[in-house]
């Protein structure tokens, strides 16, 4: 089976500092798409930010930013300036080659301190 | 515009009943996803459907089966309940398959007693 691992069960960071959320992935496909998801308190899961396994540029999104290894098959997310609404569970997971299925790590819980 | 809706919210079943979850996605997205959520556990595949075909399926039981309406919405249902059931579904949707965004909805809360 193809998994996702976070190896990260919970990180806590303080308010405008930076946080690194580590994850990998098994997969004998040579194309293939990740993805961070958050998932608030409330339920509602929430892309943060994708990468295109075939693109070596890491991918951004204001605060977010990626670091993809993709011979070491890592995908690690950077949080700078942590904000009190971050605090969350973060998922990382894979899409497979077929685009039909997203796999998921089991989760990392984010607390942002004040 | 609304996002992808998901009823009911919450439900509460027994062991061996029948259980029908109800989800509506965006317009204009003709694909929908299904996964389950186990209390502290990511998200787990269990169904695509396009077009009202299934694309996918994951590693679940034939108790577990979908449709797609022409209207795209779509249900999960689940026979012959066990406790093992309790989690929260997801469903999601997006504007086809391969690499386009999932959106998610607020998700069913089952719990089987």
């Known amino acids: 089976a193809q998994t996702v691992t976070q190896s990260q069960p919970e990180m806590s960071v303080q308010e405008a500092e930076t946080v690194t959320l580590s994850c990998t992935y098994d997969?004998?496909?040579?194309?293939?798409?990740l993805f961070w998801y958050k998932q608030p308190p409330s339920r509602q899961m929430i892309l943060v930010i994708r990468q295109e396994a075939y693109k070596q540029q890491n991918a951004t999104e204001n605060r977010f930013s990626v670091n993809f290894q993709k011979a070491a098959k890592s995908f690690s997310l950077k949080i700078s300036d942590s904000q009190l609404g971050d605090t969350a569970m973060y998922f990382c997971a894979r899409e497979n080659n077929a685009g039909n299925m997203l796999t998921f790590g089991g989760g990392t819980r984010l607390m942002v301190k004040p | 515009d609304a996002g992808v809706t998901q009823s009911p919210t919450h439900l509460i079943k027994t062991r061996g009943q029948h259980v029908t979850l109800r989800c509506s996605p965006i317009?204009?997205?003709?694909?929908v996803s299904w996964y389950q959520q186990v209390l502290g556990q990511g998200p787990q595949f269990i169904f695509q459907?396009?077009?009202?075909?299934?694309?996918g399926r994951g590693n679940f039981p034939d108790r577990f089966s979908a449709r797609q309406f022409p209207n795209y919405s779509s249900e999960l249902n689940v026979n012959a309940l066990l406790l093992g059931d309790s989690a929260l579904y997801l469903c999601a949707s997006s504007l086809g398959t391969e690499s386009y965004e999932q959106y998610f909805g607020p998700g069913t809360r089952l719990t089987v007693t």
């Open positions: 997969t004998s496909e040579n194309n293939y798409y």
């Open positions: 317009s204009g997205h003709k694909s």
């Open positions: 459907y396009y077009e009202k075909e299934e694309r």
